[in-house]
C-alpha cells in the first residue's frame, strides 16, 4: 500500500484523516511540531515526523517517499505556508514514479453564503475566506502535482476539536447568549466520515485529481436548534436564548460565513463516499459526552 504524509496530524482533522488512512492499509507518516506528542502517534501505528510543517527542507525526504500529502494543519495567520513549502518539498524531490499528490483541507465557507440553497462545488460566491478559494485554484492549477481539494463541512464527533468548547460551554449566570444570525444552517460531517473520505479521494485518485469535493451532509439544525440543545447538555435550564448582534471574535466570523449547505452528490458519484452517521442532532449527547471525557 502506499505512503502518505499527512501535516497537522496531531489536530482534529488531521487525527482523523491518519488514523483513517493507517487503517485502510497505508503507511502513514505523521508530522507534529511537538515531541511530547510523538509518542501518541506512535501508539496509532502512525510515524512521527516532527518538525515545522513550513520548513520543505524537513520535509523532503518524507515527501520523496510519500505518494500522498494531506495538508490538514493550515494557519489562519500564514494559510499558503505549509502548501507552499510541500510544493518546494515535492519540487525538491526526484522525479522518478508517479507524481506526487496533495490533498488540500480547505471547508464549505469557501462557497460562500447561500440561504435556502443546497450548494455544489461551483457555487463560489464572495465569502469571510476567499483566500481559501484563491489557494485552492492554485494547487489544483499545478502541472508537475495532482491536487484534490477536500472541503469538509463543520466537524464534530471525538473530541469535537477547537469549536467543541465554545459550543458546549456552560452558560454563564443563567443566560443564553448567542449572537447573530439564528437561522443559519451548515452542513456537518463527522470527524470519522471525513478521514473516510480523504482515503476514497486517494484510492480514485486517477478520479479525484484536479477535484473538489464537498464533504458533508446535505442538511443541519438552524443555529438556534443546534446552540440551545447544547446548551441544554451542559446544563443550561431554559428555553429562551438572548440574541445580540455578533461584533467581533468567532461569533462574527462565523455569522459572516453565512448558510451553507453542501450538496456531498459529486463524492458519492465519484468517491462512493457517504456519511455512516446520522447528523450531529441525532446523537448530539454521544457527542457532548466524548467532548467532556476528552477534557479530563
Not at 113 to 142: A, F, Q, T
Request: aromatic share 10%; with cysteine; hydrophobic share 40%.
Amino acid at each position: 500500500m502506499a505512503s502518505v504524509l499527512v501535516l497537522g496530524a496531531t489536530g482534529y482533522i488531521g487525527g482523523g484523516v491518519a488514523r483513517a488512512a493507517r487503517r485502510a492499509g497505508f503507511k502513514v507518516y505523521a508530522q507534529t511540531r511537538s515531541d511530547a506528542k510523538a509518542s501518541a502517534l506512535a501508539a496509532d501505528e502512525l510515524i512521527p515526523l516532527v518538525c515545522d510543517p513550513t520548513d520543505a527542507d524537513a520535509l523532503k525526504e518524507t515527501v520523496q517517499e510519500c505518494e500522498f500529502i494531506c495538508e490538514c494543519g493550515g494557519s489562519m495567520d500564514a494559510p499558503r505556508a505549509n502548501s507552499e513549502a510541500i510544493v518546494k518539498a515535492i519540487g525538491m524531490c526526484d522525479k522518478k514514479g508517479a507524481k506526487k499528490m496533495i490533498l488540500y483541507t480547505s471547508g464549505i465557507l469557501v462557497l460562500g453564503p447561500h440561504p435556502n440553497e443546497v450548494c455544489e462545488e461551483d457555487m463560489v460566491k464572495k465569502s469571510v475566506i476567499d483566500w481559501r478559494y484563491e489557494l485552492e485554484n492554485y494547487l489544483l492549477g499545478l502541472e508537475d502535482v495532482d491536487c484534490a481539494v477536500m472541503r469538509p463541512g463543520f466537524v464534530y464527533g471525538g473530541n469535537g476539536g477547537p469549536l467543541a468548547g465554545f459550543f458546549f460551554g456552560k452558560p454563564e449566570e443563567g443566560k443564553l447568549v448567542v449572537p447573530g444570525s439564528l437561522e443559519k444552517t451548515w452542513s456537518w460531517v463527522h470527524v470519522d466520515d471525513l478521514g473516510e473520505a480523504y482515503v476514497l479521494a486517494m484510492m480514485k485518485r486517477s478520479v479525484s485529481a484536479g477535484r473538489a469535493y464537498n464533504i458533508g451532509e446535505p442538511y443541519g439544525p438552524t443555529y438556534k436548534e443546534f446552540r440551545l440543545a447544547a446548551a441544554k447538555l451542559a446544563g443550561y435550564e431554559g428555553d429562551e436564548i438572548e440574541n445580540p448582534p455578533a461584533t467581533e471574535g468567532i461569533d462574527a466570523f462565523l455569522d459572516a460565513g453565512g448558510w451553507v449547505v453542501a450538496s456531498g452528490k459529486r463524492a458519492l458519484e465519484e468517491l462512493g463516499w457517504c456519511s455512516k452517521h446520522t447528523g450531529v442532532m441525532a446523537q448530539l449527547p454521544i457527542y457532548y459526552e466524548a467532548y467532556k471525557a476528552s477534557q479530563k
